[in-house]
């Protein structure tokens, strides 16, 4: 979110290769960023030496990382929900490991608007 802050050509990267649902803890966050808005947690973070502004590779780098990351967690809170069949996860599962496959094949992949409300 710092980047976008500093680089704000980097929003296209993020809302071009991503969905906004990888980032639901900051949500309110990342959308003050985008739209430029005056937020003082905005400004906590600007001032935070410790979070570091990112060039394009490692920005896109971080955006894969968290990809995988995220589809990872989908698949275990998946496994774990009470409230699904065992058809319905296996559906959802399978969902998942293709999105992971396209992934691994260097494409970007967009969250099942379904699948959000899931987890």
């Known amino acids: 979110i710092k980047t ?8 296209d990267i993020l ?9 639901a803890k900051h949500q309110d966050l990342l959308e003050a960023a985008l739209l ?6 905005l400004n906590e973070l600007l001032m935070d030496e410790s979070i570091k ?8 780098s971080d955006l894969k ?10 698949k275990n809170i998946i496994r ?5 069949s065992s058809e319905q996860k296996s559906f959802w599962l399978r969902r998942i490991n293709e999105l992971q496959l396209d992934f691994r094949a260097g494409k970007f992949v967009t969250i099942d ?3 959000e409300k899931l987890l």
């Open 4 to 11: 976008i802050i500093e680089k704000p050509n980097f929003a």
């Open 15 to 23: 809302l071009d290769r991503v969905s906004k649902v990888l980032f």
């Open 36 to 41: 430029g808005k005056d937020e003082p947690k």
């Open 53 to 60: 502004v990112l060039d394009e590779e490692h920005f896109v």
């Open 65 to 74: 990382k968290l990809t995988a990351r995220y589809l990872e967690s989908a």
């Open 80 to 84: 774990s929900k009470s409230d699904l």
């Open 113 to 115: 608007e379904e699948l």
